[in-house]
């Protein structure tokens, strides 16, 4: 069977990635897992400045997920560049760094600036960010600044583009068409979902920063539509993430028209989690006779 898949002028060896902020830039976890295995490594949100991140606490359990106001918090480009990278020059899977900004040069700098490492396969932009220039709203909810923004990246750089999407829209494939647009050559979907969790003891928001982003099990089902919803609207192809836990949560998102998937708040649970998905889709396509990933894109209209 042959589980690699083609995004952009890259492959990764197959479906099954780790999510943005959940797997940091795979150092701590390359002692718990085997990353050669992986089909890619998505990195923890890099800006060009250091950022700590929002105050704390930052992340809170809710009834089949996590909620989380991190802030972005990452070391900027010149630690990167000086930490992380040496590390990443080992790592045997595709790279895929995510990228960051609260405006359009922050996103532009860290694609110049980091575009002529070998050890860096391709680029996720994360366009959930709000945008202090048109009034924090964040880049990701309106399409005109969605094709704007990929299409200036798109001039800097041979290597792939994954628009990553916010599920906090109204519809999310007019945001996936404009990335389509603007030269993404794929789309992940979803970032999180906005929630919110009140102390009704002390009478405020337990996350100081308010509304928060929700992850794990309780958003599956809206990464799922999401993911068979964009698959519809492009014709690039769909990273599908939120809520996997299993194997057979990966596989809904592939048969939902998804060609890969990303593990984020399933590793808090369980860091051997890629693995065992990785094995889960690979015993379900030689039970079901499937051949290639998009195999799993025949079954549902
Ligand atoms: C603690 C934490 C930090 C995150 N940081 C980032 C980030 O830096 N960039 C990004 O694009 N997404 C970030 N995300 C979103 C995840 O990559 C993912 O889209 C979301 O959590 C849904 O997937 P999940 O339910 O499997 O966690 C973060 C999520 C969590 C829980």
Redesign the pocket.
């Known amino acids: 069977m042959d589980l690699k898949i083609n995004i952009g002028n890259i492959q990764l060896p197959n479906p099954v990635g780790t999510?943005?902020?959940?797997f940091g830039f795979g150092e701590e976890y390359g002692e718990l897992l085997d990353l050669s295995q992986l089909g890619a490594i998505?990195t923890?949100?890099l800006t060009p400045m250091p950022r700590d991140g929002n105050a704390v606490p930052r992340?809170v359990e809710t009834p089949s997920?996590?909620l989380?106001s991190?802030g972005?918090a990452?070391p900027g480009i010149e630690k990167f560049l000086s930490d992380k990278v040496p590390f990443l020059e080992t790592v045997k899977c595709p790279v895929i760094l995510?990228v960051?900004g609260s405006t359009e040069a922050d996103y532009k700098e860290v694609i110049e600036r980091t575009d002529n490492l070998e050890c860096i396969d391709a680029y996720?932009i994360?366009i959930?960010c709000p945008n202090v220039k048109h009034g924090g709203l964040a880049f990701g909810t309106d399409p005109i600044q969605v094709e704007n923004l990929t299409g200036k990246l798109r001039k800097l750089t041979v290597k792939p583009l994954i628009v990553?999407l916010t599920p906090n829209v109204t519809d999310i494939s007019v945001i996936a068409k404009a990335a389509e647009a603007g030269g993404a050559d794929s789309i992940s979907c979803?970032?999180?979902v906005r929630g919110m969790v009140i102390d009704t003891k002390r009478k405020q928001s337990v996350i100081p920063a308010g509304i928060s982003?929700l992850?794990?099990p309780a958003?599956?089902p809206v990464?799922v539509a999401a993911a068979y919803t964009v698959s519809r609207a492009v014709k690039i192809p769909v990273v599908g993430?939120?809520?996997?836990m299993s194997a057979d949560d990966a596989i809904q998102y592939l048969l939902a028209g998804a060609s890969a998937i990303?593990?984020?708040?399933?590793l808090f649970v369980d860091p051997l989690l890629p693995i065992k998905v990785l094995n889960g889709i690979q015993q379900y396509m030689k039970e079901n006779q499937l051949e290639k990933i998009s195999d799993f894109h025949t079954f549902i209209n």
């Open positions: 999510a943005s902020g959940t998505y923890k949100a992340l997920g996590i989380n991190i972005l990452n995510n960051s996720e994360n959930s990553k979803i970032n999180t982003g992850s794990g958003i599956r990464g993430l939120g809520g996997i990303q593990v984020g708040t399933g």
